[in-house]
């Protein structure tokens, strides 16, 4: 009877398992279509949950969180009926937390307010995860069973309810299509319901309204057919380099509209249109195609690099190529230097590349400047012997390999009256496109833009610097008074390691502080949790890693983020059946357990390694997700280990154990996502196997003076912190002197310009719309001006 009832407590943990997972994957994918689509919404998203998790199994622990734990330890189907009821409304508030926040929908996600609302939205929720695991570790501890088993159970239920999940939603079918309101909140008035798709790159949303074709995604409108302002400057633009090209490739994030703008001006022109997402070509032109839009525009259908490998040398006269944000990993990536030699081989020596650049701002911010010249300055090395830059249709830099074909506004305008196609666009005007006095206006803050600067070879590419460069162009854009810059500066020293050598030092004497400070009667127990938070935390990186570099490489998050979190549920089940028959034989503090708390970071750093290295290389999505069951099941080890520790308090430790797993992982998330950008993908995670392989250390070695041992650790941090900081301010102080004995010798300083901080510097969703001030005049004399988002697409 009591291996029954155990069995009935173990169905429940795994139905809770399932339960969360699946509302986990679902408002994921909802999220990231909100509010952000790249692997920074995905760090965010899974730190706030945890973090909420954590606050759970923290409230769990107090003298009334008991009570309510040993209330639903005996009645254990209330916890998964509980989360699937709040999932309902969880789903509803992710939808209008947007408006809620005051955001128009056309306006890209601030940063503060992405990280704000992915605490908000999951406060409650993971609040009420945090109860679950306790309260089913007390029940099995009633009937004299391990409480290890209430883990690995909800392990094995997440797991077996992402696959089915994954399994679902790469065969494009949605369990919870309630996101088909995103079409209704574009499209009020739209009679018929929408197509959609689902891709790596998320859902698609398509269909009909007032005689045009939209698509939208995660980004909002990211189709829009037939478009005649900026896809047609884009393709008059391309073909005043090239008026007679035989063929052209639109790389990475050029709308469809460009090319069937193309494919009007010369209708024999053989058009490759390969997206990132390469599914998500393939899908929407079928789309179009039913809708009865004629075009012979081809989807390369495999993802761009690919197509660039397998290409011979010299196969198109035309390329556009512009890439995702740098706010992205795989924007930063497109902008290096290896990419775009890709795309140099793949050119005819007669034939062009425009590279697209974010030069679209009225105003450059010392952000924009930087990242303007990061993403520049590889392209003229790539290409030295002739470049242009047009400064209208969004900004592009035109390269070619032989000196002099590089036409500027000079030159362009003829070269496009040789179409005869001045009925379509007139010639006078594709001067304007390249916008000299622009050019020269924005020259003068960035050097790297004059086609008569020498570009000098720098040092080698940096994914994670274009990143920062990225984000911190992105902070500016929406809050115009901050100054990231001079905190990227900061933190960026000549050797490029202070930023993530000091939030190093600070991860330590967050973990050490609580078992040093604490009072001597449980400092053993904050020992093991400390420790079973760094392995977690260390776990819970390396999936994170894993994640981005698919994203980066592949842009399946997506579909394969739920398939990762899948694997690594899997993974933790196997590691925590494994761990509880090894702490079995054991007794409590045995060697065996003080040298488990040493071997076990030292494995997950062994797998860490693999999971970098095979991430880089593996040609397939499906192989690097894959790494991610390996680091889970070392990482589920740890949990019966730490539980073995204490087997005198077991029952009593499962609620602390749960809050620090869950918070560690919580602050290794928000950490990480810190670190990538001054670090790179590998210092990010060597920084937490330090850290986790030094409290193995500490519990292996010093478990009888937890304190003493962490106490040395936080005061050899503190005092490294502290010299760090003042090592700082004094590099610091001899740039700030000069500045001041110039401002007072003259009595002027240059005011920055007023347009930095107006709204329209905020960044925008979807693509362009040219401003009808006609129409808009007559709404407001009319008073029929609307304040809904929507009827901008009216």
Not at 268 to 292: F, K, N
Not at 518 to 547: I, T
Not at 710 to 724: E, I, M, P, Y
Request: aromatic share 8%; glycine share 10%.
């Amino acid at each position: 009877m009591k291996h029954f009832r155990g069995l009935t407590v173990c169905l429940a943990a795994a139905a809770f398992g399932a339960v969360t997972l699946a509302s986990q994957t679902l408002l994921l994918r909802r999220f990231l279509w909100r509010f952000e689509s790249t692997e920074l919404g995905v760090a965010l998203f899974l730190s706030s949950w945890l973090f909420g998790a954590g606050l759970g199994a923290a409230a769990a622990s107090t003298p009334p969180g008991r009570r309510l734990i040993r209330l639903l330890a005996g009645h254990v189907g209330l916890p998964p009926l509980l989360c699937a009821l709040l999932y309902l409304g969880h789903y509803a508030v992710i939808g209008n937390l947007r408006a809620w926040l005051g955001l128009a929908a056309y306006h890209a996600f601030p940063l503060m307010h992405l990280a704000l609302g992915c605490l908000l939205v999951n406060l409650p929720f993971c609040f009420a995860i945090g109860w679950g695991v306790p309260a089913f570790c007390l029940a099995l501890e009633r009937m004299g069973l391990p409480a290890g088993r209430a883990f690995a159970a909800e392990a094995l239920g997440s797991a077996l309810c992402g696959a089915i999940l994954t399994a679902l939603l790469t065969a494009g079918i949605t369990p919870d299509p309630r996101d088909a309101a995103e079409w209704t909140r574009f499209f009020p008035q739209a009679g018929t319901a929408p197509g959609r798709f689902e891709t790596g790159g998320g859902t698609t949303l398509f269909g009909t309204h007032g005689g045009t074709f939209y698509a939208l995604t995660s980004g909002g409108v990211s189709e829009l057919l037939p478009e005649g302002d900026r896809s047609v400057e884009q393709a008059v633009l391309a073909l005043s380099q090239r008026p007679y090209a035989a063929n052209a490739l639109l790389l990475g994030q050029v709308p469809l509209a460009t090319a069937l703008a193309l494919e009007s001006f010369r209708p024999d022109l053989a058009i490759t249109w390969c997206p990132p997402d390469a599914r998500y070509g393939t899908l929407l032109l079928s789309a179009v195609a039913a809708a009865g839009i004629r075009t012979s525009v081809r989807a390369a259908g495999i993802p761009p690099r690919r197509f660039l490998d397998e290409q011979p040398e010299g196969s198109f006269d035309l390329i556009m190529v512009q890439q995702p944000p740098a706010t992205s990993l795989s924007g930063a990536t497109w902008r290096g230097s290896a990419f775009i030699r890709a795309v140099r081989r793949v050119t005819r020596r007669t034939g062009a590349a425009l590279f697209a650049l974010p030069c679209d701002a009225t105003h450059l911010t010392p952000e924009r400047a930087a990242l303007l010249d990061a993403s520049a300055r590889p392209v003229r090395l790539v290409w030295p012997e002739s470049g242009v830059l047009a400064a209208g249709a969004g900004g592009w830099w035109i390269a070619a390999q032989v000196p002099g074909l590089a036409y500027g506004a000079d030159a362009a305008p003829s070269r496009f009256a040789l179409l005869k196609k001045a009925s379509r666009f007139p010639t006078e005007a594709v001067a304007l496109l390249y916008d000299v006095p622009r050019v020269s206006r924005m020259a003068e803050t960035c050097p790297a833009l004059a086609p008569t600067y020498d570009a000098l070879l720098p040092e080698a590419f940096r994914a994670e610097r274009m990143l920062a460069l990225g984000l911190a162009d992105a902070i500016r854009a929406e809050y115009p008074t901050a100054s990231p810059g001079l905190a990227l500066a900061w933190l960026n020293d000549p050797q490029g390691s202070r930023g993530s050598r000091l939030l190093g030092l600070l991860l330590v004497m967050l973990w050490a502080a609580p078992v040093a400070l604490g009072g001597a009667r449980h400092a053993p127990r904050r020992l093991w949790a400390a420790w079973l938070a760094g392995c977690g935390a260390f776990g819970l990186v390396v999936s994170l890693a894993v994640l981005y570099q698919l994203h980066a490489r592949f842009g399946a998050l997506y579909v394969l983020a739920g398939a990762g979190s899948a694997l690594y549920l899997s993974g933790l089940f196997c590691g925590n059946r494994l761990g509880e028959r090894l702490t079995a034989r054991g007794p409590s503090n045995s060697v065996t357990g003080r040298a488990a708390a040493l071997l076990l970071p030292l494995a997950q750093v062994a797998v860490a390694w693999a999971a970098l290295s095979g991430s880089a290389s593996l040609d397939a999505a499906w192989s690097v997700v894959a790494f991610c069951l390996p680091a889970g099941a070392v990482a589920g080890a740890a949990v019966p280990v730490a539980l073995g520790a204490r087997l005198d308090r077991r029952a009593e430790d499962a609620a602390v154990f749960v809050l620090a797993d869950a918070t560690g992982a919580a602050l290794a998330g928000l950490a990480f996502i810190l670190l990538v950008p001054l670090a790179g993908l590998e210092g990010a995670v060597l920084c937490f196997a330090a850290l986790a392989v030094g409290l193995g250390l500490c519990a292996a070695v010093c478990g009888a003076t937890p304190r003493l041992a962490t106490g040395v650790a936080l005061a050899a941090a503190g005092v490294l912190f502290g010299a760090g900081l003042r090592t700082a301010q004094s590099d610091r102080l001899p740039a700030q002197s000069e500045p001041r004995d110039t401002v007072h010798v003259t009595h002027t300083r240059e005011p920055r310009p007023s347009v930095a901080l107006k709204p329209d510097t905020t960044g925008s969703r979807g693509i362009p719309r040219k401003l009808d001030e006609r129409r808009i005049r007559a709404q407001l004399r009319d008073g029929t001006l609307s304040t809904n988002e929507a009827a901008f697409w009216q």
